[in-house]
């Protein structure tokens, strides 16, 4: 969602709030701003646009000053426009704040602060913390308690962080993150570790309700109460800094490319936690899935060979939907929720809900200080790296080869997945080589208007993902079908501009998907066939490599998927690290 940033220090602050925005853009990217102080007055400079543009526009980095504050923003209150950018001050510039989250009460407490003649300026629910901060500064002329009894008004989920002429930098959260970085030159508050990794790795991450002041002499963390509360010092993966493009023209690219060795890596740290994991699933009377996008995509697959090989039956429920469909699950349940971030706000609320029936939470995320990690029981990290293309793509490989290694590990070998690790690795090596044809492939379906993906039992999970992929990377419309669907009703859609994709490696489902790509075929749809099997009824055909065990195709079949919603992407003139309207951690319900 949003990232917000705050900065008190030796530094200059401009230049370094825009290289820590520049850093945690992938949380929002439709407009950006900061605020700097220097002689006692607040600056704010704003702009629609990503990081880069406003910078060349406005020269952000030319404000003067030690201190200030940053926000990139994505919208859900109030279009994007300059006007609803943050930082956002109070009546006067005397405050300026910068917010991540929703104030589900602003029109209430805003009617209450217009009735006492404050004057609001932007369509945000942001804007009331500025103006209950000014309000409550006035009446008790302390910044501390001005904070205190702003957070207790504030009803819905926040970060926030706000500059006060004085020099003071505050901030506050509640179930959303905040982070203080410590370095040697300076203070930061951060939504991310990654606002500030270039700068320290030491980390205090806060509880809900703290509340932070950074006053000329000390940084101190209060409870709601106004009591000083002690938080420990975390030390955080220095790795996390890594976030260049290098060789690659996009994030996304580099991600993809990063697969075979994400693959090889997976879970050798991780031995003991992956026998508890499986300890607490062979235990419990019922096992539930669940995950938002991608990571569901990877819930759907964990059930099929969780029942497959290791004989344990598993509900999968998507995230967003969790909270409606509670029955089953009790004391003797166990969760286990994906999540890239660790903090899906629709992820973080299924957990909740499974917590409150008494239920055991496992969870698989790539940040081991995230929110979820923090909740869960027990938790196993893919330990991917950072991930900054919006679209998810090594950590669903990373997450699908972890669920394998547990799978493996609960039937005894027997699904087959750690002897054939490092075929698999190879696999992957081979199946990117195949990237200047897909390219290829791209152009020519620059203009297609619906793609359909289909693909049957453990491979129709990868038919959603790849058109998950193509959807939000192309805007093209995408559909992931089970491919004995088609004919229930989906084969009315089927016309002679249609392209269908199947994903077919030659396994027990070859020769039903071969059935269907002639059923599509005669309603002169183009075939796109993704197999280790040529077949004269694809009128594409995407070469994967043949791997011994079947089970695994799914990790190898999504990278052609992935590769080509990447080019299509780049034929159509999309940015494929930012795609419109989109967030890579989506802490709003
Ligand atoms: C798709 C994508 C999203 C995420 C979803 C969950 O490419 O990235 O669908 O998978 O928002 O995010 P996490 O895994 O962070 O909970």
């Not at 706000?162 to 509640?174: L, M, V």
């Not at 703290?210 to 000329?216: A, G, H, R």
């Not at 260049?244 to 060795?261: C, F, M, V």
């Amino acid at each position: 969602m949003c990232s917000i940033i705050g900065y008190k220090g030796q530094l200059i602050v401009a230049p370094v709030l825009v290289d820590s925005l520049k850093r945690m853009e992938y949380r929002g990217y439709d407009s950006v701003g900061i605020a700097t102080i220097n002689n006692g007055k607040i600056l704010l400079k704003k702009g629609v646009g990503k990081v880069v543009d406003v910078n060349k526009n406005l020269d952000l980095s030319s404000m003067d000053g030690h201190i200030g504050i940053g926000h990139t923003r994505w919208a859900t209150h109030g279009g994007v426009t300059e006007k609803n950018a943050h930082p956002h001050y109070g009546c006067t510039d005397s405050i300026a704040i910068v917010h991540n989250g929703i104030i589900e009460n602003h029109s209430e407490l805003m009617e209450e602060l217009i009735e006492l003649g404050h004057v609001f300026k932007s369509d945000t629910d942001s804007e009331v913390i500025a103006h209950l901060l000014e309000r409550y500064y006035a009446e008790h002329k302390n910044i501390k308690s001005s904070m205190i009894e702003t957070c207790r008004r504030l009803k819905g989920y926040y970060a926030f962080v706000a500059a006060f002429e004085d020099g003071t930098i505050c901030g506050s959260r509640y179930n959303e993150p905040l982070v203080i970085g410590l370095a040697d030159t300076g203070y930061f508050i951060s939504s991310d570790i990654l606002g500030f990794i270039g700068y320290t790795d030491k980390a205090i991450f806060l509880d809900n309700r703290d509340i932070v002041v950074l006053d000329s002499k000390t940084l101190q963390i209060y409870d709601q109460d106004g009591k000083t509360v002690k938080r420990t010092l975390t030390q955080v993966a220095w790795e996390l800094a890594a976030i260049d493009k290098g060789k690659y023209a996009h994030h996304t690219l580099k991600e993809i490319h990063e697969q075979p060795s994400v693959v090889e890596k997976i879970g050798i740290q991780n031995l003991d936690k992956i026998e508890e994991f499986c300890s607490i699933l062979k235990n419990s009377k019922a096992v539930f899935l669940t995950g938002s996008g991608t990571s569901y995509h990877c819930a759907l697959i964990a059930k099929h060979i969780l029942s497959n090989f290791a004989k344990i039956h598993a509900e999968t429920v998507v995230s967003s939907e969790f909270q409606y469909t509670l029955d089953g699950i009790d004391n003797s349940s166990v969760l286990l929720a994906l999540s890239q971030s660790g903090e899906t706000a629709d992820v973080l609320q299924a957990v909740k809900a499974a917590k409150n029936v008494g239920a055991k939470i496992l969870s698989i995320v790539n940040i081991p200080t995230s929110s979820l990690a923090k909740i869960s029981d027990s938790f196993l990290t893919i330990e991917c790296g950072p991930e900054i293309g919006v679209a998810a793509t090594k950590s669903f490989t990373a997450q699908l080869s972890l669920i394998y290694m547990i799978v493996d590990t609960l039937c005894n070998g027997y699904l087959g997945f750690k002897v054939n690790k490092q075929f698999l690795v190879g696999a992957l090596r081979e199946a990117l080589d195949y990237e200047i044809e897909i390219r290829g492939i791209a152009e020519k379906l620059r203009d297609a208007r619906d793609i359909y993906v289909l693909g049957r039992s453990i491979h129709y999970p990868i038919a959603l993902e790849g058109a998950l992929k193509i959807k939000e990377l192309s805007y093209i419309h995408a559909e992931g079908i089970a491919a004995g669907e088609l004919k229930h009703g989906p084969l009315a859609l089927i016309d002679r501009n249609s392209y269908v994709i199947i994903i077919n490696p030659n396994d027990s489902t070859s020769d039903n998907n071969i059935a269907s790509a002639h059923e599509v075929k005669a309603r002169g749809a183009t075939i796109i066939g993704i197999s280790n099997t040529p077949n004269e009824v694809y009128d594409i055909f995407i070469k994967i490599p043949f791997i011994q065990c079947n089970a695994i195709y799914p990790i190898i079949e999504v990278l052609p998927l992935q590769i080509l919603a990447y080019y299509l992407s780049l034929v159509k003139n999309i940015d494929p690290d930012y795609p419109r309207n989109l967030a890579k951690s989506v802490t709003v319900k």
